[in-house]
């Protein structure tokens, strides 16, 4: 068997895609004062309500140090609270402020625009399917790395 071209990697075309992707986005978060990881927080804490770091890291793939700073310069902006756990005193639970979610529902706006966008061009079909083959591949290779662990217990 054979490595791959480089052109058939499968992890540079995502980011490929990734990256055309996101150049329709990237103007949209400029103009509203974001960066990218601290939209994927605000619309992680919108959506899914106040969170400790561990689940927020877990849905924006964010890295605990990277996570620390940004939920650090969205809270000087205003934008979250940070409070300690009423259950386990040692864990911070961010939420979004009212401020927070008032961008939220702006940036929401401009966002379903963009959205709409890319299906136009790509398709709805398409979009849904790629969305279903991304969700499977993530699920199986996330079963695969878990069966080690399973095998050990």
């Not at 054979?2 to 949209?28: N, V, Y």
Request: hydrophobic share 45%.
């Amino acid at each position: 068997m054979r490595l791959r071209s480089l052109d058939d990697s499968i992890p540079l075309k995502l980011l490929r895609a990734r990256e055309a992707l996101m150049e329709r986005f990237r103007p949209h978060l400029l103009a509203a004062g974001v960066t990218e990881q601290q939209w994927r927080v605000i619309r992680a804490l919108a959506e899914h309500g106040p969170m400790d770091a561990s689940a927020l890291a877990r849905k924006t793939c964010l890295l605990a140090p990277s996570l620390s700073r940004i939920v650090r310069d969205l809270a000087d902006a205003g934008l979250l609270s940070r409070t300690a756990s009423k259950s386990d005193g040692r864990l911070t639970i961010a939420g979004l402020t009212p401020k927070g979610r008032q961008k939220f529902e702006r940036m929401s706006k401009d966002s379903v625009h963009i959205y709409a966008q890319i299906e136009a061009r790509i398709g709805a079909q398409a979009c849904t399917k790629l969305m279903r083959d991304l969700d499977r591949i993530i699920l199986t290779l996330a079963e695969d790395d878990q069966a080690p662990e399973a095998a050990a217990e």
